[in-house]
């Protein structure tokens, strides 16, 4: 008797063990990744003491109506979210423009406008010098993304109508990306697709954007049509970003992909790592840089 109770206790302790080493490798599984500045990349030179460069000229009236300052999320098809400007605080507030609804996502900036959605679906120009509104659109759209521009054209991605957080019917719900005149307004295209929370890219003639349904498209910046898409795991709710011949998309099941631009053939697929409690949903856009992909889960 004495022998069996010894044996349940010892196998009871090593269990305890095995259940320890795998809460604790589950724990630390992120940790066998590590990087800085000086381990993973070489450095070129070494930080100069020297003060930052002074800022740019200020464009004149004309060149700032012809600039894109800002074109898309992130500011470039990397999303690096990183601009040439030279601001420095203190600021001091110019203006105020009420949008009348939510305003999650900043907006892109050229030919001297601001160019956003509020979240009951109204597209807005505002003049960026006086914050007086230069045009509006209602499309009756719920928004989750910044518009991206491009060519003298404004590109938005939208997702079903009000409710906006409603999950019922989700398969049947639709999405849309529209393109409009920077100018004026004017619809110039518009193409159905699921609820879409992914700010466009535009960059090789195309604009891709992903949907909940977990599609990522590449639609044609001239006239909307679908050109190609591609079926990922989980929906894709961040934006798609670029670099080189590589397209980045991540999903909402915690997968990440590479993909052909010019033919959305998947290069690589990789997800995220299993943790106690599940593996991370990808809500965020791929940042690109050192060859590497940066993403939050």
Known sequence: MKRWISALLVLGLVSLGILGAYVLQKRRAAE??????????????????????????????????LEVVWPTYGYDAERQRVGPFGLRPPFRRVWTFRARNLLEFPPAIAYGRLYFSNNSGMMFAVNAQTGKRAWKKPIGRCVAASPAVHDHTVFQAFLNRPP???????????????????????????????????????????????????RVYALDEIT??????????????????????????????????ALDPTAGKLIWRTKSQDRLGGRGQFYSTPALAYGRVYIGS
């Open 32 to 65: 066998d990744v590590r990087g800085s500045s000086t381990e993973e990349f070489v450095v070129t030179e070494e930080p100069a003491d020297e003060p930052p460069p002074p800022p740019p000229p200020k464009p004149g009236k004309q060149e700032a109506k």
């Open 164 to 214: 906006c957080n409603s999950e019922r019917n989700a398969g049947r719900l639709e999405g849309e990306v529209i393109a409009f005149a920077a100018g004026f307004g004017k619809v110039r295209w518009r193409t159905r697709l699921g609820p879409t929370e992914s700010s466009p890219l535009v960059a090789n003639g195309l604009v891709y954007v992903g949907d909940w349904r977990g």
């Open 224 to 257: 909307g049509r679908v050109r190609w898409t591609f079926q990922g795991e989980g929906r894709v709710k961040g934006a798609i970003s670029l670099s080189g011949n590589r397209l980045y998309a991540a999903t909402y099941k915690g997968y990440l992909y």
